[in-house]
């Protein structure tokens, strides 16, 4: 049987999704169109879809800014991905990512989470309301914190989460914030400046804020604290590959 790609968006345009070039757009043969609503729903140029886990649901934009590809990802109501590549995630309603964004397998972004442009994720966890601004490396990460739009956790611009262990692995994890109380949307935010970073494996408490330029070492699980960081090594020092 021949694959006619065009034959899949034009059942997606007959349904209601707009489309407003669909010579640009691009859908994977898996794809099944039934799992795409057809309420509200905007796929801008040069988008691409793929997977037959793919899951639209009413009111997405997809590439606003820039072209979006998407492959076996879930979207809830609202979501709006502005620009980049999305693998294996699941976006829960009112989720927005901006330009130039690469989520890998394995993310989850509940309601509302958001970050700005040049985002990258994989098995990253963000609990509602959280947000990240922009150049940030934030993966293999849990981050909780807030109560709602105006009072939510944040990562400020230019941060990483070194989660790369010099033994080649990725064994570093960190939970800023936790499930137990993060759930209840009650806890209060917590702060990570920018220009700055974790060093994983770490422990974050709700309430703490990290200064920005700070590369945190360390935990600070009961939270309520301003960390400013630590003295920097003056000394080179002896390293032991595998140790």
Do not use: W
Not at 197 to 207: C, H, M, N, T
């Amino acid at each position: 049987m021949v694959y006619n790609k065009n034959s899949l968006i034009n059942a997606l345009i007959e349904k209601g999704v707009k489309i407003p070039n669909p010579s640009s757009v691009e859908i994977g043969e898996g794809v099944n169109v039934n799992l795409i609503s057809s309420e509200d729903v905007t796929i801008h140029s040069g988008c691409k879809l793929f997977g037959n886990k793919t899951l639209i649901m009413s009111g997405v934009t997809l590439g606003s800014r820039s072209p979006v590809t998407i492959k076996n990802c879930q979207l809830g109501r609202d979501v709006e991905l502005r620009g980049g590549y999305f693998e294996g995630s699941t976006f829960l309603d009112s989720a927005i990512m901006g330009d130039g964004a690469e989520v890998r397998e394995g993310c989850l972004l509940e309601e509302k989470a958001n970050g700005a442009h040049t985002v990258g994720l994989k098995q990253t966890i963000l609990f509602p309301f959280v947000t990240l601004g922009s150049i940030i490396n934030f993966c293999d990460i849990l981050m909780a914190g807030g109560t709602s739009r105006t009072n939510h956790s944040e990562v400020g611009s230019s941060y990483i989460h070194f989660n790369y262990t010099p033994n080649q692995d990725k064994a570093t994890a960190s939970l800023v914030g936790d499930v137990a109380y993060g759930v209840m949307l009650n806890q209060p935010p917590i702060f990570l400046g920018g220009q700055g970073g974790i060093v994983g494996p770490s422990r974050i408490g709700y309430g703490t804020v990290i200064a920005a330029g700070v590369i945190y070492r360390g935990d600070c699980p009961q939270g309520h604290r301003l960390l400013m960081g630590k003295e920097l090594q003056k000394e080179d020092m002896d390293f032991y590959p595998g140790l």
